[in-house]
């Protein structure tokens, strides 16, 4: 069943169309017409970390906004503007640090992909810089970063080289926080927790150069490879944040005749068809991404891609995030399993399932008694549990 979307949603929606159009101008005025919760708008905008956007459609479409909401909102897009500036030029510091050491690296979303997607720096919401290496190369990386200034935060600082070998069998990254400027790092060793999930990460080549400056860039994935990986990662995180999706749209508008097409057969080739068929599937109908009725016609008929589009809309306009909610991530943990059909990506899958990175934070193990984790997996879990119900209760 399509659960029922707000107007607060619908505004939302319609303020990430892009790129700026009279289309786009007609839908922000006619959905912001009728009488809105504006409050609720703002938290619906903030929840979808899509202010940048929201901005520039309200600025453009000029509807009737409370002084005290349009003021909040340019207040917030102007600090994301501000945090972004910082964010690329901390970006090019580090890629300079990297070639100084000869460690090859990649920048994935961020200001690049605001770049691509937008033409804008300012319009995408940027919390932190992701930042890709090879396997074998994290624990290098790991160390430069410290050396630049940064302290790791997740996994504590207090775990030793074992224990952080431990941690990225289950996680992808290790997360950095430099404490002076108060900027995030993620330094990923590979795209997702499920290593089977885009194994073969281009580090190296096909990549391409993204200006910040007029004379400076950074270093991201190709075309083939950036698109396929946003479709996993907003299928991964059961696209919960509008943001992910806007990304997508932009995206394809941008595309030439057959360029779509193009786009979800390299997907294919790559491991996750699946995640961008529901990428198709909920632009068309979220956002009006025009896209050729042939394709959507296929994607439709099959019935997992509608199950993940399902799946999808129901977490992508509920008012809390996943984790939020009571059970909230059960349907997200559920569609994970339907976004590969090859086996060993389920194993994979399950495995991730019945080793909790929380666990090892929480219980740091030898590695000779990992295998121990998936029989704690339920005394911690209610352990934890308990503890935050009696946190509660206080």
């Given at each position: ?5 707000s ?8 303020c ?6 009279d289309r ?7 959905a912001a017409a009728?009488p ?5 708008f703002?938290?619906?905008?903030v929840r979808h970390?899509?202010v940048?956007?929201?901005h ?6 000029q509807?009737?906004?409370p002084p ?14 501000r945090q972004n500036?910082?964010l690329?030029?901390e970006?090019l ?10 460690l090859?690296?990649?920048f994935?979303k ?10 804008d720096?300012?319009?995408?919401h940027?919390r932190?810089?992701?930042?890709v290496?090879?396997p074998e ?9 410290e050396?630049?200034?940064y302290?790791r ?7 030793n080289?074992?224990?952080v070998r431990t941690?990225l069998?289950?996680r992808k ?8 400027r108060?900027?995030?790092?993620e330094l990923?060793?590979r795209l997702?927790?499920?290593?089977r ?11 391409r150069i993204?200006?910040v400056t007029?004379e400076?860039?950074?270093r ?10 946003l479709?996993?990662h907003g299928?991964f995180h ?7 999706l ?5 995206l394809?508008t ?5 360029g ?5 057969r390299a997907?294919?080739?790559r491991?996750?068809g699946?995640?961008?068929?529901q ?6 109908r979220?956002?009006g991404?025009?896209l ?7 994607l439709?008929k099959n019935?997992t891609?509608r199950w993940l589009?399902?799946i ?6 509920a008012?809390?995030e996943p984790?939020?909610?009571l059970?909230g ?8 399993f339907?976004?590969n059909r090859?086996w060993r990506?389920?194993l994979?899958?399950?495995?991730n399932h019945l ?7 929480m219980?740091?193990?030898?590695d000779?008694?990992?295998v ?5 997996r ?6 934890r ?9 206080q």
């Amino acid at each position: 069943m399509t659960p029922s979307l707000s107007r607060e949603f619908l505004l939302a929606a319609a303020c990430t169309i892009w790129p700026p159009s009279d289309r786009r101008t007609e839908i922000i005025r006619e959905a912001a017409a009728d009488p809105l919760d504006w409050d609720g708008f703002l938290r619906v905008v903030v929840r979808h970390r899509v202010v940048g956007l929201v901005h520039d459609g309200l600025t453009r479409a000029q509807p009737t906004v409370p002084p005290a909401i349009a003021r909040e909102i340019g207040v917030q897009a102007a600090a994301q503007v501000r945090q972004n500036l910082a964010l690329a030029a901390e970006g090019l510091r580090l890629q300079r640090l990297f070639a100084e050491a000869d460690l090859p690296v990649v920048f994935v979303k961020g200001v690049t992909l605001a770049t691509l997607a937008y033409g804008d720096l300012g319009l995408r919401h940027g919390r932190d810089l992701d930042l890709v290496v090879r396997p074998e190369s994290t624990l290098p990386a790991a160390a430069l970063l410290e050396s630049a200034g940064y302290r790791r935060s997740e996994p504590p600082a207090s775990f030793n080289e074992a224990q952080v070998r431990t941690w990225l069998l289950r996680r992808k990254e290790l997360t950095y926080i430099h404490e002076e400027r108060r900027l995030v790092v993620e330094l990923h060793s590979r795209l997702f927790d499920n290593p089977r999930l885009m194994a073969k990460m281009p580090v190296t080549e096909p990549l391409r150069i993204v200006a910040v400056t007029e004379e400076l860039g950074l270093r991201t994935f190709g075309e083939d490879d950036l698109f396929a990986y946003l479709c996993a990662h907003g299928a991964f995180h059961c696209w919960f944040r509008l943001k992910w999706l806007a990304d997508i749209g932009a995206l394809l508008t941008r595309q030439p005749e057959g360029g779509a097409e193009r786009l979800y057969r390299a997907a294919e080739t790559r491991g996750v068809g699946r995640p961008a068929a529901q990428a198709f599937l909920l632009c068309r109908r979220l956002l009006g991404t025009t896209l050729p009725d042939q394709l959507i016609a296929v994607l439709r008929k099959n019935t997992t891609v509608r199950w993940l589009e399902a799946i999808a809309m129901q977490t992508i306009t509920a008012d809390l995030e996943p984790t939020e909610q009571l059970f909230g991530t059960t349907l997200n943990n559920l569609s994970l399993f339907l976004l590969n059909r090859e086996w060993r990506y389920w194993l994979a899958e399950l495995e991730n399932h019945l080793i909790s990175p929380v666990d090892i934070l929480m219980l740091p193990l030898p590695d000779q008694l990992r295998v121990l984790y998936p029989l704690l997996r339920l005394p911690l879990w209610l352990w934890r549990k308990s503890h935050l119900l009696h946190f509660s209760k206080q």
